[in-house]
């Protein structure tokens, strides 16, 4: 059966969003009501806007503008201050898991972290208690950020930092055993993972589950097989399943080869943000958001290559989220 | 106290000004970052590849590296496309063991060998004894050293009258140009280097080092690739390579099995191992039966109860090994080397300690006969 057979025989394919900036996800809209009447979808948030860029540089307010819509049409609230308190109230200490790993071109952007921490503060989490985090200082530094260990305002921490580490003794999530991040184990009520939406060359994408690694102390030892069930069970660590409320990709810029660094010939300004509360529905869309990239540029699926995300597959196995595509609703508007 | 601690707390030698604390992970300092780049060198072994990507040739596992990426072994990565070891001058332990804590029992006996290593591995042994470096990266891992050159390595080795430099403790392999280096400096000084390794390593720089290398302890995990690939994440041929390879280079080579209760203490698995070292090593190799300890990812097994050792013991024996030995069990018979043309004793051992020797140039005091193994 092909997509079109498909379609009709659902007899109820709907294609919603047709994106006010670029192309179409709507690919991904297929809409089965019979299944929606006892399942509902997972909402992922794709929002851009063109004008982020301005020649000065990255809109701050727009960025904040873009994020704060994005989380809206993820959480499903009318009300920005209600979906934040859905994330975190004030007691909460939340940690925001950064993906510097290509450096400052291809990290997630100064302007959404200064984003996420107004939205934060102006749902009564303080500054104080939020704590962006990298595997160490050195990557926080690469990525543009200045490590903030108990200076006023959010914290920036690497693992290295005074008084992080990582847990004694090895915890296992099915193929995995790796000890922990403390920040993650110890310091943090909530955690955010953000991510950058790219290439990996041996894990396919890296948006958002594949920036998990950077909470355990081994992942060179989880990058076999394309890193599957790797991803799929280090977000399935007990600890992550309960304090991992949101999942922001910066893709403002995009790369669809050649990653994890940054090359530039395959960057692309994407001008947007995903954002849900489904680790694997987000990634699900990220992957096709790099392939349609792909297609556009000319090179060979992911498949094609031998690094298509099949831990998505094991993600969702796990019920670690959404990853069949007629499951995922895909908001491009809010 | 883990073995990590006994190996760092027990009677430091003040081979740098100083006493040796332990290592500690990450909770404190951090090394500045000119510090961290300091122990970067570029890779000895590898090739570069199309996208800036490389591949390492040091290992068999042959890592295809991505630029920002980092190796399987967790202390090599790639830097825009050129290969670099992060771990060059960065040791984290220093230590002065007796030599037969490697286990070397025919290597030296009764003398002190500055023992060293920084962390990483190309394993990941689900029961690795020394788990708190050999499964950590670099900058996880703080040591108190700071950069520690080759010279300075050997100098303080030939200052506390060791006699010997051992790579040990974690995988030497993944150190590979420190230990080159050091074993280079240490050959100049007329000081023998020692290599306590996997035996997981590319024929190429396995020759090169064995110029520099004067014994060699390989751990025999066990005779079944099953075992090496579902408890080591490694394989076992290659490891039986490296074993020809020093045995055809005539440096001096004993190996090590720990025997673990339910996972490589058949008798027949372990009778197979005999004969096939008999068959391609030599009845000369010494061959050590080590007690496991629970730890790391494997503490649902329990202490390997001495019968069990004894049995390995009499399988080598019956199999034509003629030296096999038992470890990690004090005071235990088979911790002696016999002749084993007159069967008298030879080394009397309690622990590391040799308490008696009855040898002469080399042979046996009372048949005259050579024994295998430097003696110096």
Redesign the interface.
């Known amino acids: 059966m092909d997509r079109r057979d498909f379609i009709k025989k659902m007899g109820a394919g709907i294609m919603v969003g047709t994106g006010a900036a670029g192309e179409s996800l709507s690919d991904t809209m297929i809409v089965n009501r019979d299944r929606m009447k006892t399942r509902p979808k997972a909402r992922v948030a794709v929002l851009r806007d063109e004008k982020v860029r301005a020649k000065t540089g990255l809109s701050a307010d727009r960025i904040h503008a873009l994020l704060e819509r994005a989380i809206l049409a993820a959480t499903g609230y009318k009300d920005i201050k209600i979906a934040m308190r859905s994330l975190a109230g004030p007691k909460d200490i939340v940690g925001i898991k950064l993906n510097c790993l290509a450096g400052r071109p291809l990290s997630p952007t100064k302007e959404l972290t200064q984003a996420m921490t107004r939205l934060f503060s102006e749902c009564n989490v303080s500054e104080g208690n939020l704590i962006f985090f990298e595997r160490s200082q050195r990557d926080l530094i690469k990525g543009g950020f200045e490590v903030n260990v108990s200076g006023p305002g959010a914290r920036f921490l690497g693992h290295d930092s005074p008084g992080c580490g990582y847990e004694p003794r090895p915890r296992i999530s099915g193929q995995v055993g790796s000890c922990l991040s403390r920040i993650v184990t110890e310091k943090i009520t909530v955690l955010i993972n953000l991510g950058v939406l790219k290439d990996h060359n041996l894990s396919g994408i890296s948006a958002g589950m594949k920036n998990l690694f950077g909470i355990i102390h081994n992942p060179n030892k989880y990058h076999d097989n394309n890193c599957d069930p790797y991803v799929a069970d280090v977000s399935a660590f007990d600890v992550v399943r309960a304090k991992l409320r949101l999942v922001v990709i910066d893709a403002l810029l995009a790369q669809c080869e050649g990653g994890p660094a940054y090359r530039p010939q395959y960057a692309w300004p994407f001008n947007g943000v995903l954002v849900s509360t489904d680790s694997v529905a987000v990634d699900r869309v990220g992957l096709q958001i790099i392939e349609a990239q792909r297609k556009k540029k000319g090179l060979h699926s992911l498949k094609a290559m031998k690094r298509h995300p099949q831990w998505l597959e094991t993600a969702s196995r796990l019920g670690l989220g959404e990853c069949n595509h007629e499951n995922i609703q895909i908001i491009e508007e809010a | 106290m883990d073995r990590r601690h006994f190996l760092i707390q027990s009677g430091g030698f003040a081979i740098f000004g100083r006493f040796m604390p332990r290592a500690s992970?990450?909770?404190?300092?951090?090394p500045a970052?000119d510090q961290?780049d300091g122990f970067k060198r570029e890779a000895a072994w590898y090739r570069k590849m199309d996208?800036?990507?490389v591949e390492c040739q040091l290992c068999p596992r042959r890592c295809?590296v991505?630029?920002?990426?980092?190796?399987?072994?967790?202390v090599r990565s790639n830097d825009?496309g050129i290969y670099y070891t992060h771990v060059y001058g960065r040791a984290v332990t220093i230590h002065s063991d007796p030599v037969e804590k490697k286990p070397l029992f025919h290597f030296l006996p009764s003398t002190e060998t500055l023992s060293l290593s920084t962390v990483g591995c190309n394993f990941?042994c689900?029961f690795c004894q020394n788990w708190e470096l050999s499964?950590?990266?670099p900058?996880?891992v703080q040591g108190p050293y700071g950069f520690v050159s080759p010279a300075k390595l050997v100098a303080g080795a030939k200052k506390i009258g060791a006699k010997s430099v051992a790579f040990t403790y974690g995988e030497p392999v993944v150190f590979y140009e420190y230990m080159r280096d050091i074993a280079v400096h240490a050959k100049l000084k007329d000081l023998p280097a020692v290599m306590i390794t996997n035996g997981f390593i590319e024929p190429r720089p396995m020759d090169a080092l064995l110029d520099v290398i004067s014994a060699v302890k390989v751990d025999f995990k066990a005779y079944s690739p099953e075992f090496y690939t579902k408890w080591c994440?490694g394989r076992l041929q290659p490891v039986l390579d490296t074993m020809l390879r020093i045995r055809k280079k005539k440096v001096w080579l004993e190996l090590v099995h720990l025997t673990i209760p339910g996972l490589n203490d058949r008798p027949a698995q372990t009778e197979e191992m005999c004969k096939w070292i008999v068959h391609n090593l030599g009845p000369d190799v010494p061959v050590h039966f080590t007690r496991f300890h629970p730890t790391?990812?494997l503490t649902n097994v329990a202490k390997t109860p001495p019968a069990t050792l004894q049995r390995q013991w009499e399988i080598a024996k019956n199999s034509g090994i003629h030296y096999a030995y038992t470890g990690n069990l004090p005071g235990h018979d088979a911790e002696n080397t016999l002749c084993h043309h007159c069967g008298k004793m030879l080394v009397q051992r309690v622990g590391f300690a040799v308490v008696e020797k009855a040898l002469r140039s080399g042979k046996c005091k009372w048949c005259d006969r050579p024994i295998p193994g430097v003696w110096g």
């Open positions: 992970l990450p909770t404190g300092k951090t970052l961290a996208g800036k990507q295809k991505a630029d920002q990426e980092t190796g399987w072994c967790g825009r990941e689900l499964q950590f990266r900058e996880q994440r790391y990812k």
